[in-house]
């Protein structure tokens, strides 16, 4: 059974491209990464070569999801014929141990460590999940942009010692931290998200998760080295 992988770029994350590449690699037939010549705030994104087949799309008129929703679809579209697509955004990285479901016949969601602002430090209890693995025949999208499956999906659940995916949406460098809340599609959901992040950033660790109010955070084995 071939797989596909889409992923979905922005440089805000290049500090986690080596990682990410070589994790896909490892079990993907086919890759295709879509990025674009600016980001969805309008600042220009660097043009650099990914080492594998790729989208280069222009800048968006729309909101940040209706610009990722424009992305994956463009990466499906792109993609050589797989048996199986799983979508990923540049901070979501799976673990070897995704490779237990490559073959599984129903779409499926994985839930995700979350980390914050360390590799080491994640989000207690949440409900997050981080990619979308199903047959290329199956994505629909729906209002928001997001990839869905036109059957019924579910979320496989790590077991505590083998995550199956690392979502680093909250653990990056203060200024990468800072460029995605300028450019992401929720700017205008909350106050100043920048003036947060550089409070949060400036706090001793573990921090405290402003995002989820009330989400613990706990240390944990770092997996990822990055």
């Given at each position: 059974m071939r797989t596909g992988?889409?992923?979905?770029?922005?440089?805000?994350?290049?500090?986690?491209?080596?990682?990410?590449?070589?994790?896909?690699?490892?079990?993907?037939?086919?890759?295709?990464?879509v990025s674009r010549t600016h980001l969805f705030g309008g600042e220009p994104e660097p043009t650099v070569d990914m080492g594998v087949p790729s989208v280069l799309m222009g800048k968006s008129d729309g909101p940040g999801w209706k610009a990722v929703q424009e992305m994956r679809r463009a990466g499906l579209e792109s993609l050589p014929p797989v048996d199986r697509v799983l979508f990923?955004?540049?901070?979501?990285?799976?673990?070897?141990?995704?490779?237990?479901?490559?073959?599984?016949?129903?779409?499926?969601?994985?839930?995700?460590e979350v980390y914050w602002?360390?590799?080491?430090?994640?989000?207690?209890?949440?409900?997050e999940v981080a990619g979308l693995l199903c047959k290329p025949d199956e994505v629909v999208w729906n209002r928001r942009g997001e990839r869905e499956a036109m059957t019924s999906k579910r979320i496989v659940r790590p077991r505590p010692d083998k995550p199956f995916m690392h979502h680093f949406a909250w653990c990056k460098p203060l200024d990468a931290m800072v460029k995605k809340v300028q450019n992401w599609g929720h700017s205008g959901d909350r106050g100043d998200w920048v003036a947060m992040v550089k409070e949060e950033w400036a706090r001793p660790l573990p921090g405290n998760c402003f995002v989820h109010k009330g989400r613990l955070l706990e240390e944990c084995e770092q997996r990822i080295k990055i």
């Amino acid at each position: 059974m071939r797989t596909g992988v889409v992923i979905v770029y922005s440089s805000i994350d290049d500090f986690l491209w080596g990682a990410l590449s070589a994790r896909v690699q490892k079990f993907a037939d086919e890759v295709i990464v879509v990025s674009r010549t600016h980001l969805f705030g309008g600042e220009p994104e660097p043009t650099v070569d990914m080492g594998v087949p790729s989208v280069l799309m222009g800048k968006s008129d729309g909101p940040g999801w209706k610009a990722v929703q424009e992305m994956r679809r463009a990466g499906l579209e792109s993609l050589p014929p797989v048996d199986r697509v799983l979508f990923l955004d540049s901070d979501e990285l799976p673990d070897q141990t995704i490779t237990e479901h490559l073959d599984n016949p129903s779409p499926v969601y994985f839930a995700a460590e979350v980390y914050w602002r360390e590799p080491w430090i994640r989000q207690v209890q949440n409900n997050e999940v981080a990619g979308l693995l199903c047959k290329p025949d199956e994505v629909v999208w729906n209002r928001r942009g997001e990839r869905e499956a036109m059957t019924s999906k579910r979320i496989v659940r790590p077991r505590p010692d083998k995550p199956f995916m690392h979502h680093f949406a909250w653990c990056k460098p203060l200024d990468a931290m800072v460029k995605k809340v300028q450019n992401w599609g929720h700017s205008g959901d909350r106050g100043d998200w920048v003036a947060m992040v550089k409070e949060e950033w400036a706090r001793p660790l573990p921090g405290n998760c402003f995002v989820h109010k009330g989400r613990l955070l706990e240390e944990c084995e770092q997996r990822i080295k990055i």
